[in-house]
């Protein structure tokens, strides 16, 4: 498990704080009482789950200051002492200068100070020895005050547990802080501290949700000190810039803090409830260092022991939650298909992605004569019909991507529906990728409809894709010799290689596509493809990976979900390095005999004339056989063999006849050690650069024609010096290519040459 895939809840939550909180501001320090009541809140009502706090709430809540903006939260434990989490002041093993930071009390929004507001310099930071990273435990810390707080209504300690006090499994407890609201979305303005409810869940429970994989595929082991609070479905949790502050349960009308927030696999994720410091186990340390404070923390007595029930197993069968998204009774029927209809315009297909959103193309409602890019008045008038749904919706507002006006890839805007539909109905919305998420090559995938574009002509089952790896997609759309993004980065684009099946003399252009890919039998919504792509196969989507954060952040409850497949191939081939090829002259690998007539350039080289109105490249692979790529031979859709003249020994020396067109196809061949050339592959549709290899279709070929010659297992190709005009070695065996679709042609003594 590595350090930057955990994500400890401190980061990305710098923010200029209005005001100067200094002690003189607040006047002089009042005497403190004898003893110290702690976990009383004035009487206050609360808001339930991930919502503003009101004003008094949660007194013994503070913010943690460096530089002028808040950083973590803590905790009041005594006038003189803060609790908060050692890795917000830990960096590269050492405990930062206590004079750096300040801590202010009883502040309820960041935008400004309420009564009893005020701010106290850090005197000392104490971490426990054995502190060295969040994800290996003693994750909490100590700050002496330099001066008392001032207790008042807004600014009360909590109580800490004994060793000896435990909280029940399942226990309903609050956690409160200022962080993000979701990952990489911070809390908006005026930053009102945020409270949520969460449940305790019990070492083997929690246990159970980490050992099965998760983002990145990670596992992890918890240790002791630590607890859990959450839900296996997610959606409710802490995040940066929440560390360090409390997890508070109420017993015996008093509040008792049984955590304090440590870290976390990404905020809210599905079967990765929030981990905590459990307090308990650390009474002997704190007392410790606050020796001689008085008054000092209160532990007062558990007032009653949890209720008691079986011990839980340590190995514990638990409920793993599925994801709520992207379940489609068949493909092709989709519940999330949403029509948006506009007056005056066709249909506009997109997809429902929460009981509020609709996610469709922007294009369908700016006006690119319009300047301005203004969307058009009168919502009132729209409607949104979904599957199976008995009324059309209404559309309260409309929200285009900030670059919908001149990015192809950002073409996407949000409508809000007047009221959330009912997702326990027929309506069910789609998953969308997290920006690491890795579709893995060979992904099954549909094509959904997308924009105002027509129904594709044939059947919908004709619409089933594969995705072809990274490394294809990126190099036959990228720049030569770039890197091809690692699983995790995101993508650039995705290339499925889908039998799309047109019609003769059509390729679909008035016709935009969504990119469905399925998981663990869930649907993602990947990409979506564009009218630029034109006629090239096989045709670049656009990833919806960089965009998840913009959909959450408008959408709040779309429903981004993590990776369910983890095959990334043997031993991380996945995970290396890709390079795009350089162009040559030739093409890819610029192949030609050094010394051969032009009239004779290529004697196994074969023009295929197909119908009198294309041509292919074919490969002459025995006295009676030639070898072609079935797409350019074949009609789409069709099984029926048109009529074929093949051309042999004239490949490039004569004109074609007039009306004709080269069809894409040329074989890739290499040459061994000994000189011998090499049929290594047949170019991919819409490519001259990138090549299936034939090698897998050797039994096909072997059966059908015994009399090809095959190249013996030690017979490899030579790949010359780099920067040569012959073949790079990675374009012969790339991971993730895909299959040659092959087709042999027996000749007949009609044919010339």
Not at 33 to 57: F, K, M, N, W, Y
Not at 101 to 128: C, E, K, M, N, Y
Request: net charge negative.
């Amino acid at each position: 498990m590595s350090q930057h895939l955990l994500l400890p809840l401190v980061v990305f939550a710098i923010r200029p704080i209005p005001g100067d909180f200094k002690d003189s501001a607040f006047g002089p320090t009042q005497e403190q009482p004898e003893d110290l009541d702690c976990g009383r809140p004035e009487p206050s009502a609360r808001i339930v789950g991930g919502s503003d706090a009101q004003p008094g709430t949660w007194p013994w809540q503070v913010s943690l200051q460096h530089g002028g903006g808040h950083i973590c939260g803590g905790s009041l434990i005594a006038p003189s002492w803060v609790l908060s989490a050692a890795h917000c002041f830990v960096t590269n093993g050492t405990v930062e200068p206590a004079a750096e930071w300040s801590v202010l009390l009883g502040v309820h929004s960041q935008d400004g100070p309420l009564d009893g507001a005020h701010a106290r310099t850090v005197a000392a930071i104490l971490v426990p020895d054995n502190y060295s990273a969040v994800e290996l435990g003693a994750d909490l810390a100590l700050l002496r005050l330099a001066s008392p707080a001032r207790l008042g209504p807004a600014v009360r300690p909590i109580c800490l547990p004994r060793a000896s006090h435990r909280f029940a499994h399942g226990t309903a407890c609050w956690a409160t802080g200022w962080g993000d609201v979701q990952e990489a979305d911070p809390l908006p303005f005026p930053w009102v501290l945020q409270e949520v409810k969460l449940r305790l869940l019990g070492e083997a429970a929690c246990q159970c949700l980490y050992s099965r994989p998760g983002p990145f595929n990670l596992t992890f082991q918890l240790l002791p000190g630590m607890l859990c609070a959450g839900y296996a479905e997610g959606r409710r949790d802490t995040c940066q810039g929440d560390s360090g502050g409390p997890l508070v349960c109420e017993e015996g009308g008093r509040w008792f803090q049984a955590g304090i927030t440590s870290f976390g696999f990404g905020c809210g994720r599905r079967n990765r409830p929030g981990v905590f410091t459990a307090v308990a186990p650390y009474e002997a340390w704190i007392r410790e260092q606050v020796m001689g404070s008085e008054p000092g923390p209160a532990f007062p007595t558990q007032p009653q022991e949890p209720q008691s029930g079986p011990r839980e197993p340590r190995e514990e069968n638990c409920t793993i939650a599925l994801p709520e998204c992207g379940k489609a009774p068949r493909p092709g029927t989709w519940p999330w298909e949403a029509q948006v209809m506009v007056p005056g315009s066709r249909p506009c297909h997109g997809a429902l992605v929460s009981e509020s959103w609709v996610l469709a193309p922007a294009s369908c409602f700016l006006d690119p004569t319009d300047p301005d890019d203004a969307p058009p008045g009168d919502l009132g008038a729209w409607r949104v019909l979904l599957p199976s749904h008995p009324r059309a919706e209404r559309v309260a507002r409309l929200v285009p991507h900030e670059n919908a006006s001149w990015d192809d890839a950002s073409d996407l805007a949000l409508l809000q529906l007047r009221a959330p539909v009912n997702l326990s109905a027929a309506p069910r919305p789609v998953c969308l990728p997290h920006p690491e998420h890795y579709f893995l090559p060979g992904s099954r995938c549909r094509l959904a409809r997308w924009g105002r574009g027509e129904r594709a002509p044939g059947p919908g089952a004709l619409l089933e894709a594969e995705l072809l790896s990274g490394w294809w997609c990126h190099c036959l759309y990228g720049h030569q010799g770039a890197e091809v993004p690692l699983p995790g980065d995101p993508p650039l684009a995705l290339c499925p290689a889908y039998l799309e099946e047109e019609e003769a003399g059509r390729c679909w252009n008035d016709t935009r596509w969504s990119l469905l890919c399925r998981e663990e039998g869930t649907w993602f919504l990947a990409g979506v493809a564009h009218l630029s792509s034109g006629c090239l196969r096989p045709r670049a989507f656009s990833p919806l990976h960089a965009h998840g954060p913009w959909i959450s952040h408008v959408a709040r409850g779309a429903y981004l979900e993590d990776q369910l497949a983890w095959d990334w191939g043997p031993e991380g081939e996945e995970t290396e390095t890709h390079t795009c090829p350089m162009h040559t002259e030739h093409g890819a690998c610029g192949l030609r005999p050094e010394a051969a007539p032009v009239e004779v350039l290529w004697p196994w080289l074969a023009e295929v004339h197909v119908a009198g109105d294309r041509v292919c490249a074919g490969i002459l692979v025995a006295p009676g056989w030639v070898l072609a790529a079935t797409h350019c031979v074949l009609r789409p859709g069709s099984t029926t063999v048109p009529h074929i003249d093949v051309y042999l020994g004239r490949a490039g020396a004569s004109p074609l006849p007039q009306g004709h067109q080269v069809t894409s196809a040329p074989p890739l061949l290499c040459r061994t050690g000994g000189g011998s050339w090499v049929l290594v592959g047949m170019a991919v549709r819409g490519s001259r650069e990138l090549f299936a290899a034939v090698s897998p279709e050797e039994a096909w070929i072997s059966q059908t024609v015994p009399e090809a010659h095959f190249l013996p297992p030690s017979g490899s190709p030579y790949w010359p010096p780099e920067g040569s005009d012959l073949c790079p070695p990675d374009l012969a065996g790339a991971s993730g290519s895909p299959r040659a679709a092959l087709f042999l042609l027996l000749l007949t003594p009609l044919i010339q040459g």
